[in-house]
T-cell receptor, first 113, second 114 residues
Framework: ETGVTQTPRHLVMGMTNKKSLKCEQH?????MYWYKQSAKKPLELMFV???????ENNSVPSRFSPECPNSSHLFLHLHTLQPEDSALYLC????????????FGPGTRLTVT | GNSVTQMEGPVTLSEEAFLTINCTYT??????LFWYVQYPGEGLQLLLK?????DKGSNKGFEATYRKETTSFHLEKGSVQVSDSAVYFC?????????????FGRGTSLIVHP
């Protein structure tokens, strides 16, 4: 595998379910990011990790819980979501948290029913 | 905070037409500037970048020049193809007192007809 991978690619979950999104980067980067992309809205930064430490939480509701066990892996744990949380969730990585370009995964299309 | 403004889409062109997508930024100092492209069903991927004033980024026939005097980074291509149909995002990062997290524009959808 190369680049940034995300699993699953599609997820349908009920509002009472608990699920997790997984992101893995094979680029040797030290910073990882979660974004939410909704139709007709700007790309929303959710969380940033730099060298496994969370450096940004962009006022994200607590029903989204990130985890970064090492610099290569990033998870987004989901519980008791709302229908408005349906979106494309994108993971990205960069060399470090700085003025470096980001490399994105293909995203997980989440539908909350 | 900083903001990046792109022209509203969709932009609809015929194959081989000239493309311009405008982008302006508000960050002060000398932020790095990027264009990303998102093809249907995929994540964003870097198209080109420029890190200092008057730099020209280029890739796959696309070009953009870092204009400090007009705080702009317009994307151009001389002859578009159907395969260029995608959403294009302008972004800035860094600058004086600026965040090292990218600020993205809202994206401009490009549709190219044969």
């Amino acid at each position: 595998e190369t680049g940034v991978t995300q699993t699953p690619r599609h997820l349908v979950m009920g509002m009472t379910n608990k699920k997790s999104l997984k992101c893995e980067q094979h680029l040797g980067h030290n910073a990882m990011y979660w974004y939410k992309q909704s139709a007709k809205k700007p790309l929303e930064l959710m969380f940033v990790y730099n060298f496994k430490e969370q450096t940004e939480n962009n006022s994200v509701p607590s029903r989204f819980s990130p985890e970064c066990p090492n610099s290569s892996h990033l998870f987004l744990h989901l519980h008791t979501l709302q229908p408005e949380d349906s979106a494309l969730y994108l993971c990205a990585s960069s060399q470090e948290r700085g003025a470096y370009e980001q490399y994105f995964g293909p995203g997980t299309r989440l539908t909350v029913t | 905070g900083n903001s990046v403004t792109q022209m509203e889409g969709p932009v609809t062109l015929s194959e081989e037409a000239f493309l311009t997508i405008n982008c302006t930024y508000t960050a002060t100092g000398y932020p790095s500037l990027f264009w990303y492209v998102q093809y249907p069903g995929e994540g964003l991927q870097l198209l080109l970048k420029a890190t200092k004033a008057d730099d020209k980024g280029s890739n796959k026939g696309f070009e953009a020049t870092y204009r400090k005097e007009t705080t702009s980074f317009h994307l151009e291509k001389g002859s578009v193809q159907v395969s260029d149909s995608a959403v294009y995002f302008c972004a800035d990062q860094g600058g004086t007192g600026g965040s090292y997290i990218p600020t993205f524009g809202r994206g401009t959808s490009l549709i190219v007809h044969p």
